[in-house]
């Protein structure tokens, strides 16, 4: 599926180029099916990859200097390639990610952040697995990834950020949830903060940012896919029990079309690895070409607007407004 995403990418985007790094045997008859693509494409051949059950530690040992994976990612680090994208393993993407491009200064560990389909349209929910644990400067760090990546994703200039939480009450969730929601409220960037918002609050749309730390963010998402599956099948069967639902159905196909486009999963394929030194994407393992295609302009919509430099004009900011008020608390104390 991935020599047919990146076909399916290219008629969309002409302007694209591809480094192809893989079994050169395996690549070139794919890409004689698809003549545009592969005018356009490169391949740097390697007979190794890591495998799906490869823990990360075994792949970044083993892996290193010579695997498909690494190899993309070292072509970002070595501005080969603006993006990397990858529907592989997702903890040796990480793993990988993180030890070859770095973490951009200010940033202690990288977040995952994923596009969430909602009533009013998209949202970001980071992070989804990157992390487990956070305390409040990783909360507010996180902030910053999301709200940079909505700024050039969805072109808003000042998003609004929510801090998923069991309630909307101040006095409500853990420590470090409420700690980050205190500096969120009076941190010197051009965004919105909306407060605490609960899982159910997700799809609605509240706001363009929900932050939260890997494991529940991993577990929401899950479920947010799992729940989505299930409406799908209950549809279909539904549609197929009697002679009068399928005629029913007959009539309503338009709007249950519409319906199943929102439900796709496809069409928010494609996970940021944010807080590293270059743009790298994490595909669904399971996706199509139409999945796939998704990932590869999200990866171009990043680099297009800038997302690099908005975080690192941000995290400038946020560490200049921590140091200030280190010092005016400093003083205080001094004078007291």
Not at 53 to 62: I, M, Q, W
């Amino acid at each position: 599926m991935v020599i047919p995403g990146a076909h399916a990418a290219l008629e969309r985007r002409p302007d694209l180029e591809f480094v192809l790094y893989g079994n050169e045997q395996q690549l070139f008859p794919l890409l004689n099916a698809h003549p545009k693509l592969k005018a356009r494409s490169e391949i740097v051949h390697t007979e190794h990859a890591v495998a799906m059950d490869d823990k990360p530690s075994t792949a970044l040992r083993s892996g290193r200097w010579k695997s498909s994976m690494w190899m993309s990612i070292q072509a970002v680090r070595d501005k080969k390639a603006d993006v990397a994208i990858s529907a592989g393993n997702t903890g040796a993407l990480m793993a990988m990610a993180r030890f070859c491009l770095k973490t951009m200064p200010g940033i202690d560990r990288p977040a995952m952040a994923a596009i969430w389909p909602t009533i009013r349209g998209e949202s970001i929910v980071l992070d989804v697995g990157a992390t487990i644990g956070a305390d409040a400067r990783h909360l507010v760090n996180c902030a910053i990834l999301g709200e940079a990546m909505a700024r050039a994703l969805f072109e808003v200039d000042r998003p609004s950020i929510a801090l998923l939480n069991i309630g909307v009450e101040e006095v409500k969730g853990l420590e470090e949830v409420r700690e980050a929601g205190q500096i969120l409220k009076t941190l010197p960037l051009d965004i919105d903060y909306y407060g605490f918002v609960e899982g159910d609050d997700i799809g609605k749309g509240l706001v363009d940012v929900v932050v939260t730390e890997g494991f529940s963010g991993n577990i929401a998402l899950k479920t947010a896919e799992g729940t989505a599956k299930q409406i799908a099948g209950y549809l279909r069967d539904a549609m197929r029990r009697t002679l009068l639902s399928k005629i029913g159905y007959l009539f309503a196909r338009g709007a249950f079309e519409t319906l199943k486009d929102k439900l796709d999963p496809r069409k928010a394929n494609g996970a940021v690895l944010l807080g590293l030194n270059g743009v790298v994407i994490k595909s669904h393992g399971g996706t199509d070409a139409i999945g796939f295609a998704t990932a590869i302009e999200m990866g171009c919509d990043m680099v297009e607007n800038g997302l690099l430099e908005k975080i690192s004009t941000d995290l400038s900011s946020f560490d200049h407004f921590a140091i200030q008020e280190a010092t005016e608390m400093k003083q205080s104390a001094g004078a007291v």
